[in-house]
């Protein structure tokens, strides 16, 4: 029996851009925290702005470091040869 190879993880590089998008997010808080400080009459557009911030950025990190660490255990058992680990 032959077997084919349909997918390779060395050949795939880590998806950076899902928790970079979440940078998007932090840039349109900043941009809202900053017109709320020019702006004393916009205490909505600050409140916002900080709202993103925050939840934006733990979103970014949370997620960052979920999916780049599953990466690297699934390189780490294809590496070693540990199939058995990346059956779910």
Not at 25 to 36: D, M
Not at 40 to 55: D, E, I, N, W
């Amino acid at each position: 029996m032959t077997y084919v190879a349909v997918f390779e993880i060395t050949q795939k590089p880590f998806a950076w851009w899902f928790s970079g998008f979440g940078l998007l997010f932090v840039v349109i808080g900043i941009v809202l925290v900053l017109a709320g400080n020019k702006w004393p009459s916009q205490k909505r557009a600050k409140f916002t702005g900080y709202f993103m911030l925050v939840f934006a950025s733990l979103w970014t990190l949370t997620v960052f470091t979920s999916t780049l660490g599953e990466y690297r255990r699934l390189m780490e058992a294809y590496k070693t040869g540990n199939y058995a680990e990346l059956v779910v």
